[in-house]
């Protein structure tokens, strides 16, 4: 059976293809940064993936935390890792929060289902 | 000579006493709370302090930007691994987040030449 | 027949119950601080709520929104009087606000045929 | 066969008139305000609609996007003046603006096969 | 000695009318509106103020938490209800809301001493 | 006498050369990203300075105002033109903005009185 989080996936890939086809070099620049924002540099890109994590919780953007925690699980970072991630999104980022915390806990467990 | 990262921190220091004077529960928890995320656990402090200053400058917040600078000093942050963490925060949060990558940059060089 | 408001609060439960089992005690109080912001203080609980509402309203967080109409409906606030906080949180907020507001209208209907 | 799109203008017009019986003078005039941002001026409504979507966009709203869409299209923008205008918001606005860049583009794709 | 408080009050007076000499009729509207929207009403003028000092203090505006400061102190709200509603916008708002907790309760100290 | 808009211009050049000495290739990729986003294309550069003044509002970005205004005084555009724009962000953002629209009507004088 296909969780959401498998239908996010799908949904991405499609759309990124979609987007991947658009004759505009700004965006194919744009989504070359972004992925080079997460390789292994100076900061291991284990920890950038963190990083980027705790960023996508305090914007409250649900579809980014989705991608940070599939990466953040294939980095290796434990459970209780990611929790301590998550409250120090909390903390910043308020009950605002909430929501989008409910949304990673339930992510990371489709993605150990896995 | 004074600099705008020492006047910053005695006006936080001042503040904090003012709102310590505070007779309200709720408040002084969310300090302690704030104060607690930050320690060693499960992840280390140096970690939650870099995941600390991320979350400030996508957020778009001066203040807390010098606040995690300084801590991300004390904790042992390289130069090179602050712009690192500069480059996550400008990728995820855009140009937006260009003023407040100068007034990184310029306080990382304020708490080095301390 | 289960309305898009029950289907949010058995997913909320559900999911705060999964999170109360995580065992992070930074996330716990900070759960703890959350309800304890809303009972009746100085200010009572009925005007916190109303405040916790408008906060969701700018803040464009539809969980947030539904969370605190149900509360505040349960605190016996009238539809005239928050209609009046969605004037407030519409103007500090914007056009942007207005898909929130759309739908604080229809949660507010959907909590009143209940 | 109904797209999201379709469902989303339903929905909207739906609501739209519920807020209309609500009997609050300053919820009306906003809604008047807002509808005349975007009619002819010194600027003309074709290029206020623009605006109005690359604002949409960097605040990060699916449904204001949405709508701002189907206006551009109407007022003439063409695909490749549009996608001009969502690299301005993706570099503004960083990354994440993406899933919304995602939603932008199979929006536009919706509005252009009816 | 003029405080920071009575600067920000004669800058906001000044760049008001300068605003108000513009010929754009939206903008005025606009103006009106925001007046308009803590008025006496189904909820009274003093009840909306707090809202509004709410939602500034979540937004993250210091200039308009100064400006509903004013109006809350001259509405009756004492320091201890302030307080009150300060918590409800750290707690929604998060770490990234102290830095604006220090700037309100320095704003609310200098609105008391005039 | 050097104004607020030639204090800020100083100190954005100084700090990005500063920017330009640190070795961090995503750093750099992204200036040029941002440099080239309002270079004329499919939109001419007029057309996206203006886009970049309206997304600099909602956001709330006093510095980001101020250097796009510069921009769309050189790119020609009047200031009812502009004054447009400006209504256009206010309504979009509400009155959150409003602060904002005060310095942005400050630094369209100055920059008129070059």
């Known amino acids: 059976m296909s969780s959401r989080l498998d239908e996010f996936q799908s949904y ?3 759309m990124n293809e979609r987007i991947a086809d658009i004759n505009h070099l ?7 940064l972004d992925t080079n924002a997460y390789t292994d540099g100076t900061l291991p890109g284990k920890t950038k993936e963190l990083l980027g994590l705790v960023a996508s919780m305090v914007l409250r953007c649900n579809d980014c935390i989705d991608y940070h925690i599939v990466q953040c699980v294939e980095a290796g970072w434990s459970d ?4 301590e991630a998550f409250n120090v999104a909390l903390v910043v980022g308020g009950s605002i929060v909430i929501p989008h915390l409910r949304h990673a806990v ?3 467990d489709l993605a150990r289902q896995r």
Chains 1, 2, 3, 4, 5, 6 share one sequence.
């Open 106 to 108: 339930e992510t990371l």
């Open 26 to 32: 700004g965006i194919h620049r744009f989504f070359n």
């Open 80 to 83: 209780e890792e990611l929790y």
């Open 12 to 14: 991405r890939t499609r």
